[in-house]
C-alpha cells in the first residue's frame, strides 16, 4: 500500500529515496500542509505525532489513538504523490497493538513507520524527559513492527529516546539495526554528557558528538532538524546523518501566523497590516489548482452529467449535434 496515492496512483517509495542517497523530510500534520511541502519541492514528508496531537486536542492531557493517526495519515497520503514517514510513537500499547497499528498505517499508504522506546502511555507533563523501557522489550517492540509488514518496501525505523549516556543511545541503536530495522533514530539532542544535555553544549563540540555516534551505528541514521536552527540541513548531512526530518517547521510557522493575524484581527477585524507584511505566496489560481479545483471540473464533465456548452445553448433543451 506504500505505493499507492489517490492523485496519480504512484508515488515512489521511502527505501527507494534512501537508497538513491541523502534525504530531507518536511513535517506534517494534516493534507493541507502536506499538500504544501509537495509544491514547495520537498520529496518526502515527516509525519509529526506532537505537531498532530496539539492540533486536533490543544491539550496534552489527551492521548490520541491508533485509529485517529491512521485516518489522518489515510487522509494525507491521499492528498499528495510523495512517501511520508509516520510517528507510530510507542505503538499504541502492547504487542498485539504494534502489530495492528503497523498494518493499519501501512494500509493507509504511509511509506514507513518510526517506533520509539519511551513507556507506554507516553506522559506529556512539560518535564521534558519519559525515561526509556529496557533494551529486549524495545527490541521487541521493533521486530514486531517488522513482523507486520506486508510491503518490503515499507520502512521501519526504530527510534531511542535514551539520555542515559551516548553510549546507550549508540547500543540501543545498533540493536534495533541488529533486529532488522532500517533506519536508526537516536534522539541525539536529549542525550546527557557529564551531566549537561547535547543541545546545550557549543555547536562545534555538539557536531563533534554527532559525528562519534554516526560514525558507532551500524546503518543509516536519521535525525531532527529545525528545532533550535543551530544547524542546516546541510551541516547535519556533513556530520554523517543520512536522513533528515524537519518535524516541527510548519507547524510553528502556522502557529505564528496565526497569532500574530488574529492578534491583529481582534483589534480592526482585517488584519492589514499582517498580510501587507507576509503577502500570500500563492496566487488565487495556484490556491484553486492545488486543491484540485480543475480535477473536479474534469471529473463533472465526465462523469457528473453537465450538460455542454452546446447543448445549454439550445432554448429546447433538445440534445445537440452528435448526441443522443
Not at 529515496?17 to 504544501?36: H, N, P, T
Not at 494525507?76 to 509516520?86: E, F, S
Not at 549516556?165 to 530495522?181: C, K, P, Q, T
Not at 557536531?207 to 560514525?215: A, D, N, S
Request: aromatic share 8%; with cysteine; net charge negative.
Amino acid at each position: 500500500m506504500s505505493g499507492t496515492t489517490g492523485q496519480t496512483g504512484k508515488r515512489p517509495s521511502l527505501r527507494a529515496q534512501l537508497e538513491d542517497g541523502w534525504l530531507l523530510s518536511a513535517g506534517c500534520f494534516d493534507a493541507w500542509s502536506a499538500k504544501l511541502a509537495e509544491h514547495v519541492g520537498f520529496s518526502s514528508l515527516h509525519f509529526s505525532g506532537g505537531a498532530f496531537h496539539t492540533s486536533q486536542f490543544a491539550y496534552a492531557g489527551l492521548v490520541y489513538t491508533m485509529p485517529e493517526v491512521a485516518s489522518q495519515v489515510a487522509r494525507i497520503t491521499a492528498a499528495v504523490d510523495i512517501p511520508m514517514l509516520a510517528d507510530l510513537d510507542t505503538g499504541f500499547g502492547g504487542v498485539e497493538d504494534i502489530l495492528r497499528a503497523t498494518r493499519e498505517l501501512e494500509r493507509a499508504g504511509a511509506g514507513g513507520i518510526h517506533i520509539e522506546d519511551v513507556p507506554f502511555p507516553i506522559t506529556r507533563d512539560g518535564s521534558g524527559g519519559t525515561g526509556v523501557i529496557p533494551k529486549s522489550e524495545a527490541v521487541g517492540r521493533v521486530k514486531a513492527a517488522l513482523a507486520a509488514r506486508t510491503d518490503p518496501d515499507f520502512l521501519i525505523v526504530g527510534r531511542t529516546d535514551s539520555t542515559i549516556s551516548v553510549d546507550d543511545l549508540i547500543e540501543r541503536s545498533n540493536l534495533f539495526l541488529e533486529a532488522g530495522a532500517d533506519v536508526a533514530f537516536p534522539l541525539v539532542r536529549a542525550v546527557e554528557v557529564d551531566g549537561r544535555r547535547l543541545a546545550e553544549l557549543p555547536p562545534p563540540e555538539r557536531l563533534e558528538w554527532y559525528r562519534r555516534i554516526v560514525r558507532e551505528i551500524d546503518g543509516p541514521v536519521v535525525t531532527v532538524g529545525g528545532v533550535d536552527r543551530t544547524f542546516s540541513a546541510t551541516q547535519l548531512r556533513d556530520a554523517g546523518f543520512t536522513w533528515v526530518v524537519v518535524p516541527l517547521v510548519a507547524f510553528n510557522a502556522a502557529t505564528a501566523a496565526m497569532t500574530l493575524a488574529l492578534r491583529e484581527a481582534l483589534e480592526d477585524g482585517r488584519a492589514d497590516t499582517y498580510f501587507t507584511e507576509h503577502p500570500n505566496p500563492l496566487k488565487p489560481a495556484q490556491y484553486m489548482k492545488l486543491i484540485g479545483y480543475d480535477r473536479v471540473a474534469e471529473h463533472e464533465r465526465e462523469f457528473g452529467g453537465t450538460a455542454s456548452a452546446d447543448e445549454s445553448a439550445r432554448p429546447d433543451g433538445r440534445p445537440g449535434q452528435g448526441e443522443s
